[in-house]
């Protein structure tokens, strides 16, 4: 998938790696993106499109139901929104 950097307009590539995923958002399954210096995962659902998720987000809320997931992708989404950033990521403050 490609995207542009909103600061520089330089195009930006996201790889997808070979490794099948669960979306912890939906429980569907998706891919992991290689989203390269990140302590997280970058993932490429069908339903929620492309986001990441911090580490410490998947250790604590990995039986969090869909509609908080939503709602912290949401957040997230917003703040990527402000900060002119490519894709959203959701951390803990989004909980």
Not at 40 to 60: M, N, P, Q
Not at 73 to 90: E, F, V
Request: glycine fraction near 6%.
């Amino acid at each position: 998938m490609r995207g542009r950097d909103s600061k520089s307009g330089r195009l930006l590539m996201r790889e997808t790696m070979t490794e099948k995923f669960i979306c912890p958002i939906c429980k569907s399954e998706a891919e992991l993106i290689n989203v390269g210096l990140f302590d997280g995962i970058g993932v490429r659902c069908k339903t929620h499109g492309e986001f990441e998720v911090a580490d410490s987000v998947l250790a604590v809320h990995k039986d969090t139901e869909a509609a908080r997931w939503e709602a912290a992708l949401n957040s997230a989404k917003d703040k990527a929104k402000a900060a002119q950033q490519t894709w959203p990521r959701i951390t803990t403050y989004d909980f």
